[in-house]
């Protein structure tokens, strides 16, 4: 079974705190505080309200025991599970104030990642068993965690986390070093491996002349960048296993099944993170006698 990713709770604490603070201001949430009396307890369950893969429900939980830890929170599904439309994610009790303070706050992240996790799992399940679909770093700033937590979830996989975990050599920094054309994708790897021995390599090519080059630096992995599926099925053959293959570039949905096909071991996609729909989810107060 897949591993997940941890969730990094000292940021996702502190975007908690952060989207709690540009709701509540100073003075909180002024039409509860006054309309609802502060002894009253209720019970709330988000519900799916279209069909789903589940992730986030501890950032919700988190958020909540935030606002109160005293809140009594039980999940009813698991992270990644498929939901369909009608199905009671999570219930939980307290304070009506806390619950109606924190509903709106607390959604906003669980559909950001649902969406997030359940675009992953189509895309993953375009692609099938034999490559894996990547995000990127094409995310929300302060989500970055969050959301390929969700990817991941969603049975998708996770590309580089930052600058910082590996070196990702493209037209841009070979141009700007003085090292583009004949020999300079070489002179770019050479550097890299000098300054940073123990980090793998990938190098962006969008022509086979590009790949032949690559190759033979012995790369760990070459981004292929906006190519055909002919190009991409005719570099697979050429690199034969000697590097590791990543099809890029605008790759949608309905083409995910053909660019596959090809052989390529990777398929990264920005609009896992950058472009997804929220999924519709509710949280539905549970009033007296059992109405919501």
């Not at 992953?120 to 034999?130: C, I, M, R, T, V």
Request: charged share 25%; net charge negative.
């Amino acid at each position: 079974m897949k591993t997940l990713p941890a969730i990094d709770w000292k940021r996702a604490d502190a975007l908690i705190a952060l989207a709690l603070e540009e709701d509540l201001g100073e003075a909180g949430d002024v039409t509860t505080n006054s309309v609802i009396p502060e002894d009253l307890v209720t019970e709330a369950v988000f519900l799916a309200k279209e069909d789903l893969i589940c992730a986030g429900l501890p950032v919700a939980e988190r958020l909540f025991q935030t606002l109160d830890s005293s809140l009594q929170w039980e999940t009813l599904v698991q992270e990644g599970e498929f939901c369909p439309k009608g199905t009671l994610m999570a219930r939980v009790r307290g304070s009506a104030r806390i619950l109606l303070t924190g509903e709106r706050t607390a959604l906003n992240f669980l559909q950001r990642l649902c969406g997030v996790a359940t675009a992953s799992k189509k895309y993953q399940d375009a692609a099938g068993n034999s490559c894996r679909i990547l995000d990127t770093r094409k995310t929300t700033p302060g989500w970055r965690n969050l959301e390929k937590y969700a990817v991941a979830v969603g049975g998708a996989f996770n590309h580089r986390i930052g600058l910082y975990d590996r070196v990702m050599i493209k037209d841009n920094h070979r141009e700007l070093a003085g090292l583009e054309g004949a020999g300079g994708i070489a002179r770019s790897v050479e550097r890299a491996r000098n300054m940073y021995p123990n980090l793998e390599i990938e190098v962006e090519v969008d022509s086979l002349d590009e790949l032949a080059e690559a190759v033979n630096t012995g790369a760990e992995y070459i981004l292929l960048d906006n190519m055909t599926d002919e190009m991409m099925a005719e570099a697979v053959k050429f690199v034969n296993g000697r590097s590791k293959l990543e099809a890029s570039g605008g790759i949608t949905l309905a083409r995910i099944p053909s660019a596959a096909k090809t052989g390529v071991d990777f398929i990264s996609a920005g609009a896992l993170t950058h472009s997804v729909k929220s999924c519709d989810i509710s949280m539905d107060i549970q009033l007296p006698g059992g109405e919501k």
